[in-house]
């Protein structure tokens, strides 16, 4: 396992945890216990200024609002029950396909 899998791993281990913990122990519990719709727009919000941040300010915002992206989208994998394996797995499997071969493949699946 890579570092940065690694690093990634333990943060999901650690968001789990507080899954279980009360609203009053974490911001991430709060979240938790707003629900599923909450999560995801926050997820949305980061991803919105992590773009902002790419078009108009410099390379540390968008590192910034990386980081907070990348925590909120383990939160919903969280919600979801989604490890973040089965993600690295779809990656994988994904890995050598063309862009547009891979889209075209679940147009005609879905």
Do not use: C
Not at 55 to 75: I, Q, R
Not at 81 to 95: D, H, I, S, T
């Amino acid at each position: 396992m890579s570092t940065n899998e690694k690093i990634l791993a333990e943060l999901f281990e650690v968001i789990s945890a507080r899954k279980a913990s009360g609203a009053d122990d974490s911001y991430t519990a709060r979240l938790f216990a707003k629900g599923t719709n909450k999560i995801a727009q926050k997820l949305g919000e980061e991803a919105v200024e992590t773009a902002i941040a790419a078009v108009s300010e410099g390379k540390e915002a968008v590192v910034s609002e990386s980081a907070d992206l990348l925590y909120h989208l383990l939160v919903l994998w969280a919600d979801k029950g989604v490890a973040p394996k089965e993600v690295w797995a779809e990656l994988e499997k994904r890995f050598g396909t063309s862009g547009l071969a891979e889209k075209e493949s679940r147009n005609k699946d879905g």
